[in-house]
Structures are given as structure tokens and as C-alpha cells.
């Protein structure tokens, strides 16, 4: 059984929540995402919360259970407070800027990299090293900073490249000079 998927999901004043059939539809004060969720999922609305519920007791419905219990909380989350992502850019002369929906990388190729983030994602560039992504959706924000780091990532001996704010770089140790 689902511990995860046992769990109401609470509603915040200020989010309406419209199920129709499998289809759920998320509004808040910052924008609309909609989801449509398995046959074997079935979800119940109370006053202020959301109760996930399956079909039949096997194992794989309680795994979906739980599944699209985190999805439609995070549904929720977003549109009422949002999902913000930090990257850093670290390397000499490495540095991002950002001019409407295009993020622009120079990180150690002879031309800068110009990145077009996808619609629904916002960024902007403080001390041109450290990037500020947003967006009500977290799985979009999560792919879309994956594909960020994918440009450049950082490398184990100085750590060059572009990486998360809370994403430790293990540092490994470089030749050193033999005696002769």
C-alpha cells in the first residue's frame, strides 16, 4: 500500500481544482496546468483537500496512487506558490545572460551558446554567473535546468561548467610530477 498516496492533499484558498472524469484542471493565482490522470486512479474532492483513491487493492495501482498524488500536489504548489531553480556558471570568463526567452551561455566554446527556453519558464542572470529559473510547473522546470547543465557540465578537477546552486562537484585530484 502507497504511504505516500494515503496523504490528502490540502488546497490552498485561492485554487479551484476541476475534475472531469480523468482530466484534472489546477487554477491559481499564477497560472492553469492540467493533467490527465490513469484509468486505475480515481480522485476525490472534499472541501479544502483532495483525497487519491484506486480502483482495485494490486500493486501497480498503488503505485500509481502515489505517483499521481506527488504530481497533482506539486499541481497545486505551483500554481498557488511557483518552483524557482539556481544554476551556477563557475570558470574563468564563463558567463549567461538572458534577453527575453533566449539564454545566452558563453562556456568555453568559440561561439556562445543561445538556449530558447520553453513557453511557461522565466529566467534572469544576476552577476552573470548565477542563473534564476521559475515556473509553475515542476516537471518542465526540472528538464528544462537538466538540459541547461547538459551544455556544459561541470568537470571534476576545477569544476568548470554549469551546475546546480545545492549540487555538490566531488573534486579529484590531478597528475602530479614524477621524480626524475
Do not use: C, W
Not at 486512479?41 to 495501482?61: P, R, W, Y
Amino acid at each position: 500500500m502507497s504511504r505516500i498516496g494515503k496523504q490528502p492533499i490540502p488546497v490552498p484558498a485561492g485554487v479551484t481544482i476541476n475534475i472531469d472524469g480523468q482530466h484534472v484542471t489546477v487554477k491559481g493565482g499564477k497560472g492553469l496546468l492540467e493533467r490527465i490522470v490513469r484509468d486505475e486512479i480515481k480522485i476525490v474532492q472534499q472541501a479544502n483537500e483532495l483525497l487519491i483513491d484506486t480502483h482495485d487493492e494490486s500493486t501497480k495501482s498503488s503505485a500509481f496512487r502515489g505517483l499521481f498524488r506527488s504530481l497533482i500536489n506539486n499541481m497545486v504548489v505551483g500554481v498557488d506558490q511557483g518552483f524557482k531553480k539556481i544554476m551556477l556558471v563557475e570558470g574563468v570568463g564563463y558567463k549567461a545572460s538572458v534577453a527575453g526567452n533566449i539564454l545566452t551561455l558563453n562556456v568555453g566554446y568559440s561561439n556562445p551558446v543561445d538556449f530558447i527556453l520553453p513557453e511557461g519558464i522565466t529566467a534572469n542572470v544576476e552577476n552573470n554567473t548565477k542563473i534564476n529559473l521559475e515556473s509553475i510547473d515542476k516537471e518542465l522546470l526540472g528538464l528544462t535546468a537538466s538540459k541547461i547543465r547538459s551544455i556544459r557540465k561541470p568537470e571534476p578537477y576545477k569544476g568548470k561548467g554549469i551546475r546546480y546552486a545545492d549540487e555538490h562537484i566531488v573534486r579529484k585530484v590531478g597528475k602530479s610530477a614524477g621524480k626524475k
